[in-house]
């Protein structure tokens, strides 16, 4: 059964958050077939008002901790055709603007940053409280192109389908 991509960017040390239920997961086609994988070192910060209201949110992902399951295509990804990690050690997420669509939920515009190119991008965040905790909630696509991630791969597919999950303490 195929795992849902949980983003941008669960990050990779939590001040205020549980990091085993934390996570930021990808899935792109690659042959015809899907290929997941997910990050295991990230950070995601979310500020909050004093009513719960979203105000800002940020996140960084370290490109190394990559893990689609495979070892030897986890050291490709990291070469200068793919993500470059040497020289690009960091994906990076800043909020730029917030819309409350209805009560916990959002439409975030975004920097994204990924191997030195920056795109603007509007994201979906769904927030509810659970056991204490802020969940925060985001499923989106980048085009990998837009960041010149894999070349000009054929056989790959351009459409990465990403999941995030985060908890911070309220």
């Known amino acids: 059964m195929q795992r849902l991509l949980i983003l941008f960017i669960s990050l990779f040390c939590f001040e205020n958050a549980n990091a085993q239920d934390s996570s930021i997961d990808f899935i792109i086609k690659n042959l ?9 070192e990230f950070v995601i910060t979310a500020d ?23 070892d030897s295509r986890d050291e490709h990804i990291l070469e200068e055709d793919y993500f470059n990690a040497k020289k ?9 603007a917030i819309k409350i669509l209805k009560v916990g939920s959002y439409e975030v515009t975004a920097h994204l940053t990924i191997k030195g190119k920056t795109k603007k991008i509007t ?3 769904a927030i509810e409280k659970v056991d204490g905790k802020y969940k925060i909630t985001s499923y989106f696509e980048i085009n990998r192109k837009d960041f010149d991630i894999g070349g000009g791969s054929f056989i790959m597919g351009k459409t990465v389908k990403i999941s995030v999950t985060h908890y911070q303490d309220i």
């Open 88 to 96: 690009h050690r960091k994906i990076t997420l800043k909020s730029t």
């Open 48 to 70: 909050f008002d004093s009513d719960g209201k979203l105000n800002d949110i940020a996140g960084t992902i370290d490109v190394s901790s990559i893990e689609t399951g495979i």
């Open 123 to 125: 994201i979906p965040i």
């Open 32 to 40: 015809g077939v899907n290929v997941d994988g997910h990050f295991n």
